[in-house]
T-cell receptor, first 115, second 114 residues
């Protein structure tokens, strides 16, 4: 069966520090991968998606970047964190072609607090 | 542009009551998909259902049922005989038929008490 891992589970970082969040998927090949952010009391906002190694699409301009160095690894980064980067970050994966709309399966999330 | 509205911010019910969570969507696509996800206190989103725009049949899965009405652009979710374990935030989401990009509503927090 497929599983998705995210780490760390929680993170407290000062403003201006770098960020690296990691997501890995097991039990499937060539998944579509996604990064979402959930601000307190709000819905989820899609940040990045990837249909393959090295292929990243950004949905919103921001202080963050994403990379996919391996088929089942997705990394969310920032060079300098802002207070507004605080939130709950969720990684997700889906099967099939990106050009069809399959359900996405989510990881446990990382709660980031920027102080 | 796509939009999902969940007007109910928070609902409280007593165990064994039935409860309906509303979802209204906006899209210009003729083919699209609708989803419901559950987010328990642990934070992880759990997939519940996916429906395409050409399938308006209601669906029942145990205590869960979904009512899709294209005429009113609604995809409502009913929990029958609610249980404490149903307490969570429930999200409705919409995706175009040609890309796997979910637009989420702001969620409805359901609190089920004894």
């Amino acid at each position: 069966s497929q599983t998705i891992h995210q780490w760390p589970a929680t993170l407290v970082q000062p403003v201006g520090s770098p960020l690296s969040l990691e997501c890995t998927v097991e039990g499937t090949s060539n998944p579509n991968l996604y990064w979402y952010r959930q601000a307190a009391g709000r819905g989820l906002q899609l940040l990045f998606y990837s249909v393959g190694i090295g292929q990243i699409s950004s949905e919103v301009p921001q202080n963050l970047s994403a990379s996919r160095p391996q088929d089942r690894q997705f990394i969310l980064s920032s060079k300098k964190l802002l207070l507004s980067d605080s939130g709950f970050y969720l990684c997700a994966w889906s099967v099939g072609s990106y050009l069809s709309s399959y359900e996405q399966y989510f990881g446990p999330g990382t709660r980031l607090t920027v102080t | 542009a796509q939009k999902v509205t969940q007007a109910q911010t928070e609902i409280s019910v007593v165990e064994k009551e039935d409860v309906t969570l509303d979802c209204v969507y906006e899209t210009r696509d003729t083919t699209y998909y609708l989803f419901w996800y559950k987010q328990p206190p642990s934070g992880e989103l759990v997939f519940l259902i996916r429906r395409n725009s050409f399938d308006e049949q209601n669906e029942i899965s145990g205590r869960y049922s979904w009512n899709f009405q294209k005429s009113t652009s609604s995809f409502n979710f009913t929990i029958t005989a609610s249980q404490v374990v149903d307490s969570a935030v429930y999200f409705c989401a919409l995706s175009p038929g040609t890309a796997s990009k979910l637009t989420f509503g702001t969620g409805t927090r359901l609190q089920v008490t004894l």
